[in-house]
């Protein structure tokens, strides 16, 4: 089974490209599942029809669901959440404030992803298609908030232990030990994502992004793929959606198409080798199942059944190393040749060239301050080193 993700700027039409890839999967065979994860369920708008909390079928082949985040956060989330409010209010934090600072950042999303991994696992789909929340937030909040929130909440280790010793110190009447429901609670929960991020960062899982050919969608696409990449996600494919025709003697339509033709090079530059599939702008909201089919024969092709897109060797994989006071930046690249390769550190890009083609890669954010002291190929992975540059840390 294979699980397409679909996640882009807000309003790019992640929750119509989604829906359109369904609905032509599932007409050219393909046992297909389209899940909203996106609190905002607009899928149901885009396909026209009534959708709730269990999948139903709306024509053969395709069901449709509307993941109901907040009900599977009662039952995972709530009995960690009452314990955590307990603790804040020993601290003397006010319970309104405590109720405030317990909600799980992206809480909504990240359950709604647990409901996903649920249905995948019942595998009785082919394919299960997601309609993400923008840019990835989800997905990003997910190894996040397994180290910040729950192991820092669930006391199994020695130094969170310490922590809350030295908290309970400071507090007026000790902090209270978490009971077993709630230890409980956390580690189910604390397993059930970390099942989560199995099959999301798994062989069978792809993300798409969709973005429109515009400077600060493309930006904002960019640095998604470099956090996927980083929590080792696979990108791949790239949806350039509402493209204007080319054709026509109108001088609007035509500024906006020659526009668009030009961010177009520059998004199959950022995110090559990751296809970037084109979509055009439709010439009437695309609602309901056959409008949409219409779209993803479009988008893929008519006889295409829309699978991976790209050999998942194919994908972005990077990754952060500290070494003493620098930070290495890892880029796996078995093929790499040292005599045929350059690189250039350009505002917050790092210009990779290989074998006479460029790639430019959004600087991880924690990297954007530092600056390069050197690479090196090695292992089959170029290796930049960076070095914090307290001229780029000071505050004016
Ligand atoms: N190729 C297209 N041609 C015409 N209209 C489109 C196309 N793609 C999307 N739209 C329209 O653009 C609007 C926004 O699309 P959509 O809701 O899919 O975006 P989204 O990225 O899911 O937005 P949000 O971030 O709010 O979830 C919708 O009205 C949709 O019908
Ligand atoms: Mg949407």
């Not at 905002?40 to 009534?50: E, M």
């Not at 030990?177 to 099942?195: I, K, N, Q």
């Not at 960019?222 to 204007?244: F, H, I, K, S, W």
């Not at 890892?330 to 550190?345: Q, T």
Request: charge should be negative; proline fraction near 7%; aromatic fraction near 4%.
């Amino acid at each position: 089974m294979r699980v397409l993700l679909f996640t882009g700027k807000g309003g790019v039409g992640k929750t119509t490209v989604a829906a359109a890839t369904a609905v032509h999967a599932a007409r050219s065979g393909v046992k297909t599942l389209v899940a909203s994860a996106d609190a905002a369920h607009s899928l149901a708008d885009g396909l026209g029809l009534p959708l709730g909390p269990d999948p139903v079928e709306i024509e053969p082949g395709l069901s449709a669901v509307h993941v109901d985040a907040r009900a599977r956060g009662e039952r995972s989330w709530r009995a960690v959440q009452e314990y955590l409010i307990g603790v804040l209010d020993t601290l003397g934090v006010d319970p309104l404030a405590a109720e405030e600072l317990t909600v799980l950042p992206g809480a909504e999303e990240v359950l709604a992803l647990l409901e996903i991994r649920d249905l995948v696992a019942r595998a009785d789909h082919d394919l299960v298609v997601v309609d993400c929340a923008p840019s990835a937030e989800t997905l990003r909040l997910l190894p996040e908030a397994l180290h910040r929130y729950l192991e820092a909440s669930l006391p199994v280790e020695r130094r969170v232990l310490r922590a809350m010793a030295t908290g309970a110190r400071a507090a007026r009447g000790g902090v209270p030990r978490p009971r077993d429901h709630v230890v409980e609670a956390a580690e189910r929960l604390h397993a059930e994502l970390t099942g989560v991020r199995e099959v999301l960062a798994g062989p069978d899982t792809s993300v798409r992004l969709v973005l429109t050919p515009e400077a600060m969608v493309i930006a904002e696409a960019r640095r998604t793929l470099t956090a996927l990449a980083l929590y080792g996600y696979t990108v791949d494919g790239v949806v350039a959606n509402r493209l204007m025709p080319a054709d026509g003697e109108d001088g609007w339509r035509s500024g906006w198409a020659r526009a668009q033709a030009h961010r177009l090079v520059e998004a199959e530059v950022a995110f090559h080798p990751a296809p970037v599939l084109r979509l055009g702008y439709a010439a009437g909201e695309p609602i309901g199942p056959d409008a949409l089919a219409e779209l993803g024969a479009d988008l893929y092709g008519p006889d295409a059944v829309p699978g991976l897109l790209a050999p998942p060797g194919a994908a972005l994989r990077l990754r952060v190393e500290r070494e003493d006071d620098e930070f290495v930046l890892v880029l796996p690249m078995p093929d790499a040749d040292r005599s045929e390769m350059s690189l250039a550190r350009i505002g917050d890009d790092l210009a990779v060239q290989v074998a006479g083609h460029r790639r430019l890669l959004s600087l991880p954010s924690g990297l954007r301050r530092c600056t390069v002291v050197g690479a090196r190929l090695a292992g089959g992975a170029l290796r930049v080193r960076f070095r914090p540059d307290p001229t780029l840390w000071r505050v004016p």
